[in-house]
Structure formats: structure tokens, C-alpha cells
């Protein structure tokens, strides 16, 4: 089992949907819960992080469930400009530094 | 916010060449810098990280004599491509963080796109 699965879709939405996607991690020790976007041929960049209390911002709500893990992240009012690829990242813990695991990403093509 | 650069954004060599990559963080201090390479629609795959003054940790599977790994200051971290064959061909992007936990930002460079003739 991977230790962080995604979806990699591609999820096609019409401008305007919401969607939502989830990602599992098979560590239960792991420590801190991050989204983030590509571009297509460009870097990560950090969308948002993932709390255990959940974390909205604007149009983008991400959730972590300890329980059965995994994390989600909810776009509502999809924009042209959303279209990207969502990278799940998981930060086990490990003692004297970290590791960051990347899912392989899901995609998503927002359309007009 | 925190910016992180690499160099070259691209690079074309031949087989058995050695390639050189920088990165930079530009504002802040990076106590802990990471490599990673990314195949075509895969996930970023973290090859080693690298505190200041230290000797990189690799992961597992990750041939550290093939790619040296060098982070001479809170700065710098340069990635060297030793001996590089077509099958390295890859979009290989660094990140660096100011902490040394897991609950602390990374921040990406903009990536270098090596192809190997």
C-alpha cells in the first residue's frame, strides 16, 4: 500500500461546481497535513494546510479525519483557474527531522 | 513570502556529462533543503535531505555517488548529476524550509528540466 493515495482523476468540472478531493495516508503517527497545487511543468506551491480542526480559506475548505486517514479538500465555485494538479502531502513524523510524502497528485480541468 | 530559486531552469547535456544544479533561498535562512525529482505524471519523489553543513541524507534507493549533494551554507544547496545517462532525464526541484520539524513550511524552487541525450 502506498503511503499516500490520491485519486488522480481527472476530475472535468463545469465552472461553478464544487468538488472534492480525498487522500489517504497509511501512517497513523503522521504529524502534519498539507495541500498543494502544480501547474503543469511548474513548481508546488502550498494551497493550504490541514488541521485537525479543519481550515477554510475563501473558497477552499480542507478537513482531516485522524480516524480513518485521511484529509479532503472541498472547492466550491470552481473558477477556469483552478485547473491544476492537487498534491496530498504528509509529514510523518521521525525523530531529529522530517519526511515529506508527496500522493501523485489529483487532476483537475475546470471548464468554461 | 519566502522565496526559493534554482538554476538552471533547463538543461540539455549529453551521456556521461555532469550536471550542476543551484538552489537558493533568496530571504530567509534554510536550515534544512530537500531534493526531489519528479518523472511525467508521477509524484514528486524526495531524493535527499540536506542540513547546513552536513552530509546529505538520501532515501532509500537514491545512489549518492550518482547525485552529490552539497548545502555549503543556510543559502546554498547544489545537486550534481555525476556521469548522467538519458534515463536521469527528469524535472528534479528543490525545496528548503527554516525549521527543522515536520510541521514547518517548505518552500519549492521553480524546478530544472534536465534532459540527457
Known amino acids: 500500500r502506498k503511503e499516500v493515495e490520491q485519486d488522480p482523476g481527472p476530475f472535468n468540472v463545469p465552472e461553478g461546481a464544487t468538488v472534492a478531493f480525498n487522500c489517504t495516508y497509511s501512517?497513523?503517527?503522521?504529524?502534519?497535513f498539507f495541500w498543494y497545487r502544480q501547474d503543469c511543468r511548474k513548481e508546488p506551491k502550498l494551497l493550504m494546510s490541514v488541521y485537525s480542526s479543519g481550515n477554510e480559506d475563501g473558497r477552499f475548505t480542507a478537513q482531516l479525519n485522524r480516524a480513518s486517514q485521511y484529509i479532503s479538500l472541498l472547492i466550491r465555485d470552481s473558477k477556469l483557474s483552478d485547473s491544476a494538479t492537487y498534491l496530498c502531502v504528509v509529514n510523518p513524523s521521525r525523530a531529529g527531522g522530517f519526511k515529506t510524502i508527496f500522493g501523485a497528485g489529483t487532476r483537475l480541468f475546470v471548464k468554461a | 513570502g519566502a522565496v526559493v530559486s534554482q538554476h538552471p531552469s533547463w538543461v540539455i547535456c549529453k551521456s556521461g556529462t555532469s550536471v550542476k544544479i543551484e538552489c537558493r533561498s533568496l530571504d530567509f535562512q534554510a536550515t534544512t533543503m530537500f531534493w526531489y525529482r519528479q518523472f511525467p505524471k508521477q509524484s514528486l519523489m524526495l531524493m535527499a535531505t540536506s542540513n547546513e553543513g552536513s552530509k546529505a541524507t538520501y532515501e532509500q534507493g537514491v545512489e549518492k555517488d550518482k547525485f552529490l549533494i552539497n548545502h555549503a551554507s543556510l543559502t546554498l544547496s547544489t545537486l550534481t548529476v555525476t556521469s548522467a545517462h538519458p534515463e536521469d532525464s527528469s524535472f528534479y526541484i528543490c525545496?528548503?524550509?527554516?525549521?527543522?520539524?515536520?510541521?514547518?513550511?517548505?518552500?519549492f524552487g521553480p524546478g530544472t528540466r534536465l534532459t540527457v541525450l
Open positions: 501512517n497513523s503517527a503522521s504529524q502534519s
Open positions: 525545496s528548503a524550509s527554516s525549521g527543522t520539524t515536520s510541521t514547518d513550511t517548505q518552500y
